[in-house]
């Protein structure tokens, strides 16, 4: 499953729609019934309205009616060029992953098939804020 996604987020990668950063980030997610997404950042002349990769992944698996992710891996870097470092996501991601994949989601950083790192959303997104403190 790891190999897996690291290969579908280095994929989503060429897809990046990035004028203004120039910086192409791929995602892929896989669900808890195992099917995969990946998504890519599709950036805006209006910077805010920018998507990043994580997330466009993530929407992609909930708008088909997956409600749960139990691992995403993360691949940034200039586009044309493989990553020279790991592509940690950003803040609203993080919360976002939170959502649809709870503290031990499985988060996988990437630069390249052989090196990656892992973590748990817990450890990137420590005490964070979830629908069970509203409930
Ligand atoms: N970006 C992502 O796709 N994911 C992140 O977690 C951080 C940032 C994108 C947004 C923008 O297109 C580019 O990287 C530079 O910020």
């Known amino acids: 499953m790891t190999k897996e996604l690291i290969a579908m987020a280095l994929e989503a990668r060429k897809n990046a729609y990035v004028p ?3 910086y192409a980030v791929g995602a892929a997610v896989l669900t808890e019934n195992g099917s995969f997404f990946k998504g890519c950042n599709i950036e805006n002349a209006s910077y805010g309205a920018t998507n990043c990769a994580e997330r466009t992944a993530i929407f992609k ?3 088909e009616g997956h ?3 139990t691992a995403i891996a993360v691949a940034g870097g200039m ?4 990553p020279v470092d790991y592509a940690y996501p950003c803040g609203i991601c993080r919360q976002v992953i939170k959502e ?3 503290d031990d989601c ?4 990437v630069k390249n098939e052989t090196d990656y790192q892992e973590y748990t959303l817990a450890e990137l997104l420590p005490h964070g ?3 069970e403190s509203i409930r």
């Open 61 to 63: 698996a909930v708008s």
């Open 20 to 22: 203004y950063s120039h």
């Open 129 to 131: 804020f979830g629908g």
């Open 67 to 69: 409600r749960r992710i």
């Open 106 to 109: 499985k988060v996988i950083v």
């Open 79 to 82: 586009a044309g060029e493989e």
């Open 100 to 102: 649809f994949g709870g």
